[in-house]
């Protein structure tokens, strides 16, 4: 992935649109002692390249 410095590593699938390429990013909530929070944790993909972004927004 260029601009990224190899910080980040894609995922990419070859699907019949092509391959698309994605980073992600994972949010974790609360704190060791707050149980109601502990381990919920999110992640998300993002499209890491603007072909990608054109194959999943086209109509």
Do not use: C, N
């Not at 092509?18 to 704190?31: A, I």
């Not at 060791?32 to 381990?39: F, G, K, M, Q, S």
Request: charged fraction near 25%.
């Amino acid at each position: 992935m260029d601009g990224f410095g190899e910080v980040v590593v894609p995922l990419r699938l070859d699907s019949p649109l092509g391959e698309l390429r994605f980073f992600s990013t994972t949010t974790v909530f609360g704190t060791p002692r707050d149980v109601t929070l502990d381990e919920l944790a999110i992640e998300a993909f993002f499209p890491a390249d603007e072909a990608t972004l054109e194959r999943l927004t086209a109509k």
